[in-house]
């Protein structure tokens, strides 16, 4: 019994020794680990190229980064509660579909002053113009570091060229055009259709009436269909479900659904548009030319001699930057090394070896990318344009490189040959024509609203959803749908929105005056 | 005196009872950390949540937290789908279930039961992400499979994801697929407690297989019967979630016949991350919940005290 004893009172000291020597070992010659997570899933390269970040991570700062993820799909659900629970994490990605703003209103991140950003990431704050950070602010505070990078996420026409050529058919230019593509489609074609939405169904709305009335829309509180001119310097918001514009907009749908052009299961159907096109199921997609790109690709590998054209409808109309805070870096307020943190953000996001690792991967032809060797005017190579290698589908899929780390001097650009028809000369033009708006920077405070928008919510899903993809006849769908938002608080949350709207601008034009 | 007396019972009762006390201790340790200590946090609903300050700590905001859910005259509709919906559920699942178990007991050859009850609590392990993608590939209107079968024979399409009509009729039939498996066990087992003496002895009066059934099994199960239906009226307020949501998803012209309590709140709150606001809805369920199990069971007390729970 003694020797019992003895060996349970060794068993307990050895038990609470070992915190201590843990702490012990943990000195400052150990690397720390910093924890971020990202959107998506783990792909298969990911961890040879974090492995090669890290590397560098570990000779310059002494710390290396674990990656966690949230999917997709569960970007709503699972993403607040990483907060809720106070998971262990040094950085999180942030972006105002994530709920942003929301988020920093419940102190989910820390606030990066300014004098953090200036002693730990001098290089990001100095080059990131003001405008840009401006984005990022919450009622004056920042939370987040935004991506620097030039991106146009307008909608565009994914068209198969093959079956357009089937019929006989001229090239698709305008709305015209289309329909009568769609009706040849809708005519010959058993096995698939015209159009088939899913959960995602706001590019048809930018071909419709964002792009052709040069109007941008507030993405942080979408339900209450807020919009303003984007070439005006101090545009003054509206609902655009009042206008004559959005009426246009539905009947034309309306009339489409009625002729078979949209499918009957796009109220249900989960699949997105790259799924439905690449598996034959759809004529024509809606999405943004970044994605219309990779579906095309994605067909041309089955060599069936389906081939997809992209088609712009927008002309030459000014459209919309994409926000700075599409793809952001916080730093949550359980994070245990926000410092070291915003020095990884200034270490990968400047320094080009670093930035072209964590945004393309592994340099070579047997890797993800390499050099396109296209000229520059000036006869030297442009390195924005890249080549894919052999094993590019295995890195960038989720989205570690959407992120913070994103810098507009090291851009990336598809090689020619990994172009469908129409996608530079589009990804040229648009770029040329987009432009900022100060209201990118304006963020409603929902705070004393949050009962009205989650009725609004629940409304813009039962009632908005149904007639936007012209399930609902629009001469009697619409009034219904506005009485219902009205009910809902929809005029209670316009005027407050309107106001704040107007301080905002206010206050903005008297700082510019200040200047 | 009353104090004393009633330690020295507790603990008479403890020696005496000493081995079925423990026996009893890891339920009553997990109702304790599953259901007792989590009660405190339902104090959420009053509050409007930050994560700085936590459950505890953020301020309180009174009943704002449930002014969303009657605002958009939705409380009502969903409430009812809730509760019919479960209403019929609990019928013909009792009923299949029932008839399922006195099937099942009746079968005498050994393999062929359990390969029939094997086959029934197949569908148990199923997760509804699975049966509401099955669904879509067997219903959709343009490459569906049913409606693929239905046009080769010259027939109309089956329309089912724009016509809300049909859907009770699926959701009645994909639940009891679904759980009458399971269900028919515990009638089983009830059945097979029922002694085999009582069964001999209606034989040798002359009874035949449906008097044995009328006037001995079904008595024999009907406390199991009950009991069962007072826990599923202890949760008529609660909707399936997994099944509606899987099965609907986003489809608007569906939710006057297809949207619950659960769904609705799921949705609504969905981009507004308000955690007081939804535990204020599962407040509300819960509350309702109790009443109608409280009810239940005093009703029933009324007509045989044996058959109630308390």
């Known amino acids: ?383 924005n344009i890249v080549a894919f290698g052999e094993r590019n589908s295995l890195y960038g899929g989720n989205w570690i490189c959407w992120s913070a780390f994103r810098n507009w001097d090291y851009q990336t650009l598809p090689a020619a040959e990994n172009c469908i028809s129409g996608y530079r000369d589009i990804w040229n033009d648009m770029n040329e024509r987009s432009i900022n708006n100060i209201m990118q920077a304006f963020t409603f405070d929902t705070t004393n609203y949050q009962n009205e928008l989650a009725a609004i919510q629940s409304v813009y899903d039962e009632y908005g959803k149904p007639l936007n993809l012209g399930f609902v006849d629009p001469s009697t769908g619409i009034d219904e749908y506005i009485a219902m938002m009205e009910a809902a608080g929809l005029t209670t949350v316009i005027d407050a929105y309107l106001q704040q709207a107007a301080d905002y601008l206010a206050a903005q034009g008297a700082a510019a005056q200040a200047e | 005196m009353g104090v004393k007396r009633l330690f020295q019972n507790l603990s008479y009762d403890f020696r005496r009872n000493r081995a079925l006390l423990l026996m009893i201790l890891p339920v009553v340790i997990y109702l304790l950390v599953f259901s007792y200590v989590p009660m405190a946090g339902a104090v959420i609903a009053f509050k409007s949540y930050n994560f700085n300050d936590g459950i505890f700590g953020s301020p309180w905001c009174g009943l704002n937290n449930f002014r969303f859910f009657f605002m958009s005259g939705k409380a009502w509709q969903v409430t009812k789908n809730t509760v019919l919906y479960n209403a019929a559920f609990i019928v013909t699942q009792n009923v299949l279930e029932i008839t399922a178990a006195i099937f099942l007991s009746e079968i005498a050859k050994p393999r062929f039961k359990k390969i029939t009850q094997g086959a029934m609590f197949l569908p148990n392990f ?76 209606a034989s040798l009066d002359g009874a035949n297989e449906w008097q044995k059934i009328r006037y001995i099994t079904l008595p024999g199960i009907k406390p199991t019967f009950v009991v069962l239906l007072i826990l599923a009226i202890g949760n008529i307020f609660r909707g399936n979630f997994d099944m509606f949501y899987q099965l609907v998803g986003t489809n608007g012209l569906l939710y006057n016949a297809t949207d619950v309590i659960d769904t609705y709140v799921f949705r609504s709150l969905l981009t507004t991350y308000e955690f007081g606001m939804s535990s204020a809805i599962g407040l509300y369920q819960s509350v309702l919940c109790c009443i109608t199990l409280v009810v239940t069971n005093l009703i029933i007390r009324r007509i045989n005290p044996e058959n109630a729970l308390y």
């Open chain 2, 126 to 201: 199923i997760s509804w992400v699975v049966v509401g993608a099955i669904a879509y590939n067997l219903l959709s209107y343009d490459f569906g499979f049913i409606n693929n079968v239905l046009t080769s024979m010259g027939m109309e399409k089956w329309d089912v994801y724009t016509d809300a009509s049909d859907w009770p009729g699926i959701f009645v039939f994909l639940s009891a697929w679904k759980h009458i498996g399971y269900g028919s066990i515990v009638y089983l087992a009830a059945i097979m407690g029922i002694s085999s003496e009582i069964y001999e002895s």
């Open chain 1, 1 to 383: 019994m003694k020797k019992f004893t003895r060996f349970l009172s060794a068993l307990l000291i050895a038990v609470l020794l070992i915190p201590t020597a843990s702490v012990a070992l943990a000195d400052s010659a150990e690397p720390t680990e910093l924890i971020f997570y990202f959107l998506g899933e783990e792909m298969e390269d990911d961890k040879v190229v974090i492995g090669a970040i890290n590397e560098k991570l570990i000779e310059k700062l002494n710390c290396y980064m674990t990656i966690e993820y949230v999917p997709f799909g569960e970007v709503n659900t699972t993403y607040p509660l990483l907060f809720a629970s106070q998971t262990r994490m040094d950085a999180v990605f942030a972006a105002y579909f994530t709920g942003y703003a929301t988020l920093a209103n419940k102190d989910a991140y820390m606030e990066l002053t300014e004098e953090m950003l200036k002693e730990y990431a001098p290089l990001t704050w100095e080059d990131t113009p003001a405008e840009v950070w401006d984005q990022a602010r919450i009622n004056g505070k920042i939370y987040a570091v935004p991506q620097l990078y030039i991106e146009n996420i307008q909608g565009v026409l994914g068209i198969r060229g093959d079956l357009r050529e089937k019929y006989g058919l001229p090239e698709v230019t305008d709305i015209p055009s289309l329909e009568n593509y769609m009706a040849a489609v809708a005519e010959n074609e058993d096995e698939l259709v015209p159009l088939l939405f899913g959960t995602m169904y706001n590019y048809l709305y930018d071909i419709l009436m964002f792009e052709p009335n040069e109007w941008a829309s507030d993405g942080n509180v979408s339900q209450i269909c807020m919009a303003y001119e984007l070439t005006e310097d101090a545009p003054t918001p509206f609902c655009y479900l009042y206008t004559d514009e959005y009426r246009e907009a539905v009947e034309t749908v309306y009339r489409w659904n009625q002729n078979g052009w949209i499918s009957r299961d796009s109220l249900s159907n989960t699949h997105t548009n790259r799924e439905n096109m690449t598996n034959g199921r759809i004529a024509v997609m809606m999405d943004n030319s970044g994605t219309v790109n990779t579906t095309g690709q994605d067909i041309l590998k089955q060599n069936t001699g389906a081939y997809l054209e992209m088609v712009d409808l927008s002309g030459d109309a000014k459209i919309l930057r994409y926000a700075a805070t599409g793809g952001m870096l916080a730093i949550p307020t359980q994070s245990q090394h926000p410092e070291l943190v915003l020095q990884v953000v200034d270490y990968l996001r400047n320094d080009k070896e670093m930035n072209y690792l964590v945004q393309r991967g592994i340099e070579g032809e047997d890797a993800q990318w390499y050099l396109a060797g296209e000229l520059n005017e000036d006869g030297t190579v442009n390195e």
